[in-house]
């Protein structure tokens, strides 16, 4: 028997079976191509949240959501997030393999010289209301980099995009801690060539210029973590929003603000700020049995933020890094009491044991443990899904690119079922 075998359809109201080839990934499941299927039998296929839709073909990121595996040019996340750090987790995702030391040194080099951020976007940020949530920020200035950096914005030029790349990887940060100084009244505080990736975010986060700032190494190490934790995730929404945004040709700072605005959903990126909500409203462990009853019913409208995924039918292996980077970062703090640490604790064990969650395989996401992390180091809640956002930029970067260069890309375009109303006239004003 062939290694890929088709399958075979037979189609209600069409004379021969249909034929779908297979095609076999390098990990996972094999995926149907069903391309001619409109051609050959005048029907769609019907996949709402494209919960069996492999909508492209890509050599980033592989998971198993079974067994809980995360594969990152086939790294496993547990070593990149203990040997590796940001920076090189940022070139494997764009470049397919780990840089070696100069190839590391240059691409360090590339992005600490874009960090800073054309002088008129400072007044830009001046334009919003200071209480603006810094994801309604993000999403405005991101968009409004292609009004600044014309000479980055052609898609077919592959130095172009290279540079848009670099620019946006290097300047997240900026523009994430421009907005938590805007929105505290603070003066910006320019990047430092000095400091690593992480050490200059939390430097910009949380320095005056009236005292001297010195960057607690365990944090940015800690810093550093969350990064790698989230920066790319295969085809979830918000890269799936990138990707079909910029399929119609869009500039890249279009796509990745598109990417900001889908990402901040509570469903996907904003889950970390929602869970930290839910945290502080149960208040307290003895509250907990009530609230998994309350996840549990379907009528109350409540579900548990940061638990469930899409794909791990098995504990988020980020969850697992992220649990213990949450122990260490407290202890470091000294926040070990921290008691929304003991109330999640206390949450999940209920969770995990419950019937409901066990047969659903419901289990803590990333999201669960990093607002409890973040907060610890002093992020307001609203910066969360900004700082998802920053680390996030580079795995939508890699998947935007790798789109552009397949020579099998064509514009996004869904089709429906369509069960409204059947063509009728129109009815003028006065007989209506
Ligand atoms: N609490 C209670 N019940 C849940 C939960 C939850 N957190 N998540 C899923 N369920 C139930 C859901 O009601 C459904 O039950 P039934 O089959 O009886 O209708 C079943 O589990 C499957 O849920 P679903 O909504 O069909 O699954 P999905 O794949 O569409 O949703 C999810 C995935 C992440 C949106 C969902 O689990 C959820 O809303 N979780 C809470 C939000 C959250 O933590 N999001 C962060 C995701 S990880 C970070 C990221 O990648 O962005």
Redesign the pocket.
Known sequence: MSANPSATLNVPEVSKPVTLPTMPGSLGPKVLDIRKLYAETGMFTYDP?F?STASCESKITFIDGDEGVLLHRGYPIEELAQKSDFMEVCYLLMNGELPNKVEKTEFVKNITYHTMVHEQISSFFHGFRRDAHPMAVMVGVVGALAAFYHDSTDINDPHQRLIASHRLIAKMPTIAAMAYKYSVGQPFVFPQNRFDYAENFLQMMFSVPCEEYKVNPILAKAMDRIFILHAD?EQ???TSTVRLAGSSGANPFACIAAGIAC?WG???????E??LKMLEEIGSPDKVGEVVKA??D?NSG???????????KNY?PRAKVMRETCNEVLDVLGKRDEPLLKLAMALEKVALEDD??VQ?K?YP????YSGIILKAMGFPMSMFTVL?AVARTVGWIAQWNEMIEDPSQKIGRPRQLYTGAGKRSFVSLDKR
Not at 365 to 368: A, C, E, G, K, M
């Open positions: 949240g919960t995730h979830n929404a918000s990402l509570p469903a996907h990126g904003g889950a970390n929602a869970v996840a549990k379907k409540f579900r548990l933020m940061g638990f469930g995924h899409r794909v791990y988020d409901y969650f659903k419901l996401n990333v999201d669960f998802f």
